[in-house]
């Protein structure tokens, strides 16, 4: 497709269940990002994907949160046992990568995450 | 740990006027440097990019600057119109990869 597509644009769980988000970067761009974003807050990151790897995982709040990305190109997070304190908005950015160099972030319009 | 600071967190001003946000992070080990703009109920628009080795980029009325250094960008909004109203972000990108924000700055331009 021509942008990052995240789906779905809303979910609404309750507490204590699994939730999966789902992203589809941008044809050929090999580096893929996963951030949340709350209310009058900037988005907080969570974690980058270099091809198939996370190349760093260090914003995951806890092991409830988990990501894949097994053929380097969608990508999946995962969510189990949610909190209210999870509702947040889910964007994910995908970005290439020349000569070493990540280009510009493009970003996905964010799935709303609210956990009754 | 990277700290990115925006300031104001708020700016209105009249239509015309030429505006500048700054932004400071902690950690001058930087591989890039950007600014987005995020309207409301939406994702993030890139603006420009700033590589470490430059000192600033422009894009039509937007110009950006980046002193590693000291730890500084400042975006420069020449003759503002309605429709640049906004939250606009900085972020700076580690040496893993990783892109950390600031809080962002919501500008309002009155027409």
């Known amino acids: 497709g021509a942008g990052v597509s995240q789906t779905p644009s809303n979910k609404v769980t309750e507490k204590g269940k699994y939730v999966e988000l789902r992203c589809d970067p941008i044809s050929g761009h090999t580096a893929l990002y996963w951030y949340r974003q709350s209310l009058g807050q900037g988005p907080e990151f969570l974690i980058y994907?270099?091809?198939?790897?996370?190349?760093?995982d260090s914003g995951l709040p806890n092991d409830r949160f988990f990501a894949v990305r097994p053929e380097g190109s969608v990508s999946t997070l995962k969510i189990q046992r949610t909190e209210r304190g999870d509702s947040a908005v889910y964007l994910c950015?995908?970005?290439?990568?020349?000569?070493?160099?990540?280009?510009?972030?493009?970003f996905g319009s964010g799935t709303q995450l609210s956990v009754l | 740990k990277q700290e990115v600071t925006q300031i104001p967190a708020a700016l209105s001003v009249p239509e015309g006027e030429n505006l500048v946000l700054n932004c400071s992070f902690t950690?001058?080990?930087?591989?890039?440097l950007q600014w987005f703009r995020q309207d409301p109920g939406k994702g993030l628009t890139s603006l420009l990019l700033?590589?470490?080795?430059?000192r600033e980029q422009t894009s039509g009325r937007l110009n950006a600057s980046l002193d590693k250094s000291s730890g500084r960008s400042t975006l420069y909004i020449a003759a503002s119109q309605p429709g640049d109203s906004a939250t606009y972000l900085c972020a700076v990108m580690g040496s893993q990869g990783n892109l950390i924000f600031g809080k962002g700055t919501k500008l309002s331009v009155k027409p």
């Open positions: 950015a995908s970005s290439a990568i020349v000569g070493g160099t990540n280009e510009k972030l493009f």
């Open positions: 950690d001058s080990a930087i591989y890039n």
């Open positions: 994907f270099q091809g198939t790897g996370a190349a760093d």
């Open positions: 700033i590589q470490s080795s430059q």
